[in-house]
């Protein structure tokens, strides 16, 4: 028992309701009927968004490959350094906010352009919903490596009443979390009188997603609502029981200030060659950051990414579910564009991987965070069990024939 958590109130009858009402996830999220792999990687075009050619590659793998031959990375950091030469201070004052958790990816963004472009970066955490020992760690790492950090944590109560609701409502137990993702950066921006924010990859890009945003060099709040907050909209909350005053710290900036203001929002991976592995020993060396001491973390084989947040296996967990796809599957097809893994070997870590279960530990601290009974979350998880691509009931055993890689 985690002995500073209070016990959140039984589920709703609403709640209750909702668990019960089956959901068409096919045509939720507007999933091919027909599984299909790309034939570089190991991702299925059962993940949202993601477009195949004719050739059967996925719009990630040919995003990479643009990366390679027709992407003037030359050019584009002169962009970089015509961008922080406009927004660089003399005075003191902070000029660039870099949202972090302390993971390498976004500190290897502060620590360059505070090392590299002189830049003065203040970096902005919206606290995980759980911190793990090692996210603590490496939290505080950047921080003694030489960084100011300002870092938000929302009302517990509250945060676990939206999770346990996000869990079942939309089978993702991180919707609150991204509104913070989302919003809170230029929020804190518009605060601190910061006029640039850098955030780290295009996901959409990276890892598959819209190729119309390629070209961007950043997201506008009304980007980030298509992509990440579409389904789920902040007024949904109130109609579910949520007061003002417990969404205040998830709320979009004020637009008016915003359009006033100058700020601007970039991705660093629009002016870099984005690569994760290289983030990792880039901040061993720089910034003291250290990897998953159990060797890997849940449900896949890699052991340096997302690893702060004890109950980030659900999030992936849920994805399995919908979309038969996981974090292996993610994280060996990035390591394939990377040019680290080849097919065969992904294959093998994907079925080795990917459809792991969340450990006892965790998922004890899943149901105390969001105040659910074993048999409940079961419930919930077969609410969300795509029967298309999975066989059995509440435990996935196996992968259907028909999405076999
Ligand atoms: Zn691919």
């Not at 050619?53 to 990630?60: F, K, L, P, T």
């Not at 970039?266 to 983030?279: A, E, K, L, T, V």
């Not at 950051?289 to 052991?303: D, Y």
Request: hydrophobic share 30%.
């Amino acid at each position: 028992m985690i002995d500073y958590f209070p016990a959140l109130p039984p589920l709703s009858d609403s709640e209750q309701e909702l668990i019960n009402l089956k959901v068409d996830i096919d045509s939720k999220y507007k999933l091919p009927k027909k599984v299909t792999y790309c034939t570089r990687c190991v991702i299925s075009n059962q993940r949202p968004r993601i477009t195949f050619d004719s050739e059967g590659v996925c719009s990630a793998c040919r995003y990479w490959e643009r990366k390679k031959t027709l992407i003037d990375w030359g050019a584009r950091e002169r962009e970089l350094q015509d961008l922080c030469d406009r927004y660089r201070r003399t005075d003191g004052a902070f000029d660039v906010l870099v949202p972090s958790s302390g993971g390498k990816d976004s500190v290897y963004v502060a620590w360059e352009l505070k090392t590299k472009y002189g830049m003065h970066p203040l970096t902005m955490t919206w606290a995980p919903h759980m911190y793990t020992e090692i996210g603590i760690r490496n939290f505080q790492a950047q921080v003694h490596a030489g960084l100011d950090n300002v870092c938000y944590t929302p009302n517990g109560i509250v945060h676990r009443k939206m999770t346990r609701l996000s869990t079942i409502d939309i089978g993702d137990p991180f919707q609150p979390f991204i509104y913070g993702q989302t919003y809170l950066p230029l929020r804190v921006a518009l605060n601190y009188g910061i006029e640039l924010v850098m955030d780290g990859e295009n996901g959409e890009s990276e890892y598959g997603g819209d190729i119309a945003t390629e070209s961007k060099t950043g997201f506008t709040p009304k980007d980030a609502e298509q992509f990440w907050l579409s389904s789920f909209p902040l007024d949904h909350w109130k109609k579910r029981g949520f007061s003002d005053r417990d969404l205040e710290i998830y709320r979009a900036p004020d637009f008016e200030k915003l359009h006033k203001s100058n700020v601007e929002r970039h991705f660093f991976s629009y002016y870099r060659d984005w690569r994760p592995q290289n983030h990792y020993y880039y901040c061993m060396e720089n910034t003291n950051f250290a990897p998953n001491p159990n060797g890997r973390s849940e449900g896949t084989f890699s052991k340096y990414a997302s690893l702060d947040d004890q109950i980030d296996p659900y999030h992936h967990y849920f994805s399995l579910l919908k979309f038969g796809i996981a974090r292996a599957t993610s994280d060996a097809a990035h390591e394939i564009r990377e040019g680290l893994l080849d097919r065969d070997d992904a294959v093998q870590l994907v079925r080795r991987y990917d459809a792991e279960r969340p450990s006892e530990k965790t998922t004890q601290v899943f149901l105390e965070y969001i105040g659910l009974t074993a048999g409940q979350l079961e419930e919930v998880m077969e609410r969300w069990r795509n029967t298309r691509l999975w066989t059995g009931r509440g435990v996935i055993a196996k992968l259907n024939e028909q999405v076999t890689i």
